[in-house]
Structure formats: structure tokens, C-alpha cells
């Protein structure tokens, strides 16, 4: 009897362990160095190992959003960067599955493109979990004589993530 004992409690630890040795914890940490290049840190601990990602800039690392989607583990990095008067969004997906671990299963890159030189398409990244992305633009015209600008010709696409077949 006394063995029996013993073993109905040795079952809950072992699943316990198996759990947390599989399960994915995802965190960020700032660079101490915080130049325009000088990227942030993704830190995604599964088990007994710490993977790091480099990315951001400005010292910082780019938003995330750890999420399911039909049963299967992703993390959603966004980040923009500007610079010379134009601004650029990326969204990346890695997978934290065990089949395909730290593997990129979305991954785009827009940019603001120059019309002219008084006017700019702006072009920005917005993911909604778990599989929409929204791609905003409007026009922006710049007025020297007083320095400001106008936004004008708004408008929103939308875009449906098949994620299920990463």
C-alpha cells in the first residue's frame, strides 16, 4: 500500500516537470548601449535554454506578442524605424513549436515611399492576434511656408494569416 502511495505521487511530479520543460517564456531586455543601430534583446527560455534575439534599435527591442493560433505557439515581433524623413515597419512570426522552433513563418518589411519632395505615402504595420494584419496608408503633403503638413487619401488594407499550414 505504502508503495502505491509513493508512485500516485511521483506520477503528478514527472508530468509536472515534462510541462515545464516544454513550455516557452518570453521576455525583452534593453541594451545598455542605446545608439540608433545598437538592437534590444528577445529572450525566449524553453527548458534550460535561453535563445536571444537581436533586434530594435535605439537599445530597445521591438514589441511582441506571444500568442496561439489553431493549437500551434508563435510570437509576433513588430518594429518600425525612421530615419532620413522615412519610416519603415516589419512584422515577423516565429514559430515556437517544437517542429519548428525559432522559425520565421511570416516575415514582411513596408516602407514610406517619396512622391515627390513635398509629399510622401506613409505606409505603417498593425497585426491584430491571431492573423490579421492591417497595412494603414495615407498621403502626407508638406507645406514649407508654415512647416506643417496634410494628411489626406486614408486608407486601410487587410490581410488574413494562414498560419496553420507553418
Not at 75 to 86: D, K, P, Q, R
Request: hydrophobic share 35%.
Amino acid at each position: 500500500m505504502q508503495n502505491n502511495v509513493y508512485f500516485l505521487f511521483i506520477i503528478p511530479l514527472f508530468f509536472s516537470c515534462y510541462n515545464s520543460f516544454n513550455k516557452v517564456t518570453v521576455g525583452a531586455e534593453n541594451n545598455i548601449q542605446d545608439c540608433h543601430m545598437c538592437p534590444g534583446y528577445i529572450l525566449i527560455e524553453k527548458g534550460n535554454t535561453i535563445d536571444t534575439l537581436k533586434m530594435g534599435s535605439w537599445g530597445s527591442p521591438p514589441n511582441f506578442n506571444q500568442f496561439k493560433a489553431k493549437d500551434r505557439d508563435y510570437i509576433a515581433l513588430e518594429y518600425s524605424y525612421f530615419s532620413g524623413g522615412i519610416h519603415e515597419s516589419m512584422l515577423s512570426i516565429l514559430s515556437l513549436n517544437e517542429d519548428n522552433y525559432l522559425t520565421a513563418v511570416f516575415d514582411t518589411l513596408i516602407s514610406d515611399e517619396q512622391i515627390s519632395s513635398f509629399k510622401i505615402n506613409r505606409r505603417n504595420l498593425e497585426f491584430i492576434v491571431p492573423n490579421t494584419l492591417l497595412i494603414h496608408h495615407h498621403i502626407e503633403t508638406y507645406n514649407h511656408s508654415d512647416e506643417g503638413s496634410k494628411k489626406t487619401d486614408s486608407k486601410k488594407e487587410v490581410v488574413l494569416l494562414n498560419l496553420a499550414q507553418s
